[in-house]
């Protein structure tokens, strides 16, 4: 581990292309109308008749004011008042899916995210907190992964012990940048010493784990000033730091579009700023979990990562992938056994389905055994740098050689240029490769070339 990333520039632009993140496999571009409620509720049955334990994620969509870099499901007001016939709705959602689950499948982890969660009021969040334990069996022993992401903007020391006090034991903290005038290109104020506050906060009331996000490619940012803002937060010493990859994507999302392109920086300054990323969070010993991820060396995913059982959903990297994910709220997304589903992502379209006394569920996708195949190689190559072939042999019956022979010129070429090391039975993720490895899954991706790339960020 202590030569987990080498820079390599020439093999970083020869490979910096546009590709998917894979929180999943399929990606959720390829969902499709086909998969209803239904197909949920069957999924639900199979959850429950296998005992299977549970992760849940509740989307809370509000947002106070409109960051300009963001590709969140989101709904901009001031009037809190907004949330209240959203949180009624979410809460007969919550019942709905309950039902059809056991009482004594465990929920191991769970995670508000948005949004931001923190603009429901404190009455509000111990209401919805209530009612969740009242239809799931929550672990309360503190023993489980309860998250929430953090606005320092918009939480407070009471804030932060309610939330201890409500069972959340992690929390992951929004920074992006601390430099005023980045900020001000993408609309987010934030104070140095507002997020000081949180992370002091969280370690005085005992929060487990802290993660703080940090964005390299936005607007008027400079190497220079980056390095400034990702020494400050070092200092701050969280278990958990994310360096994103600005993606720039206004025909997407509409709030890039107030963003001047003129502003961006140029490809070789965002080079230079991840490269100073990597080597300063190695110095202070940050491990490089993959894919934006870095973590010190007690974390839970560091450890879990050592021992060969990291994995990833849509959560991002968990230690508790073999849970059944549910999402509850508007756009969210769940993972039940072989079945995709998602939520409409129109927040009245959501409303009117729960109005209705009916399930949100608007697309989704049924694996397939290509399908399955085809992401437990992509979770080893993301969660553990390396595929044993005789494993995949194993469990699904195929020659691996074989079966994606398609693949192995591309793969040949990579292990001729020093991404990966390719055996007779292992596929290696060299320290060259290993910043590069989403571009190494693209070979495994069976739907890859049905999309045009722009649809995704790209790798570097």
């Not at 899916?97 to 603009?119: D, K, M, N, S, Y």
């Not at 932060?160 to 920074?175: D, K, T």
């Not at 980045?182 to 487990?208: D, G, H, K, P, W």
């Not at 980056?226 to 360096?243: E, G, M």
Request: charged share 25%; proline share 5%; glycine share 6%.
């Amino acid at each position: 581990m202590l030569d987990a990333v080498r820079w390599n520039t020439d093999l970083i632009r020869r490979y910096d292309q546009a590709g998917p993140r894979y929180t999943s496999y399929p990606t959720a571009l390829q969902f499709n109308g086909t998969v209803g409620s239904f197909d949920l509720l069957a999924a639900l049955r199979s959850s429950r008749q296998a005992h299977r334990p549970l992760s849940l994620y509740v989307h809370v969509p509000f947002c106070a004011n409109i960051c300009f870099y963001c590709g969140c499901n989101k709904v901009i007001t001031k009037d809190r008042g907004r949330a209240l016939p959203y949180l009624e709705r979410l809460e007969r959602e919550i019942e709905l899916i309950a039902c059809h689950l056991a009482p004594e499948q465990r929920v191991e982890q769970l995670h508000f995210g948005g949004g931001t969660p923190t603009f429901l009021s404190h009455d509000e969040l111990r209401k919805l907190m209530a009612h969740l334990r009242r239809h799931f069996n929550l672990q309360d022993d503190d023993h489980g992964d309860f998250s929430i992401e953090i606005d320092p903007r918009e939480a407070d020391w009471p804030t932060m012990g309610l939330l201890r006090e409500l069972g959340f034991n992690r929390v992951s903290i929004g920074v992006q940048d601390l430099d005023p005038d980045v900020q001000r290109a993408v609309n987010r104020m934030q104070t140095f010493e507002q997020t000081q506050t949180i992370v002091e906060a969280s370690r005085t009331l005992q929060y487990r784990s802290i993660n703080v996000d940090l964005i390299y490619g936005l607007p008027r940012q400079t190497p220079a000033r980056f390095a400034q803002t990702l020494d400050a937060v070092i200092d701050l010493q969280p278990d958990r730091i994310s360096v994103f990859n600005y993606a720039h994507l206004p025909e997407r999302f509409m709030a890039q579009r107030r963003i001047d392109p003129l502003d961006l920086p140029a490809p070789g300054d965002k080079l230079r700023m991840l490269q100073a990323s990597v080597e300063r969070l190695a110095d202070a010993g940050y491990r490089y979990i993959g894919m934006d991820h870095f973590a010190l060396p007690d974390d839970e995913l560091a450890m879990a990562q050592e021992d060969g059982t990291l994995q990833r959903n849509f959560q991002g990297y968990t230690t508790h992938g073999h849970c059944d994910l549910i999402g509850l709220g508007v756009s969210a997304i769940s993972q039940i056994g072989d079945l995709f589903c998602q939520n409409h992502s129109d927040i009245t379209l959501y409303q009117q389905s729960l109005d209705q006394d009916q399930l949100a569920t608007s697309r989704g996708l049924r694996c397939n055994e290509d399908d399955r195949i085809r992401r437990e190689v992509i979770q080893r190559l993301v969660c553990d740098f390396e595929v044993h072939f005789d494993q995949i042999e194993a469990r699904f019956r195929i020659r691996f050689r074989d079966y994606f022979q398609d693949a192995w010129p591309g793969l040949e070429q990579m292990a001729a240029d020093g991404l990966i090391l390719l055996g007779g039975n292992t596929l290696v993720v060299l320290p060259a490769g290993r910043l590069l490895v989403r571009a190494i899954c693209m070979q495994f991706d069976h739907y890859l070339p049905e999309h045009a790339q722009s649809r995704f960020s790209r790798v570097i």
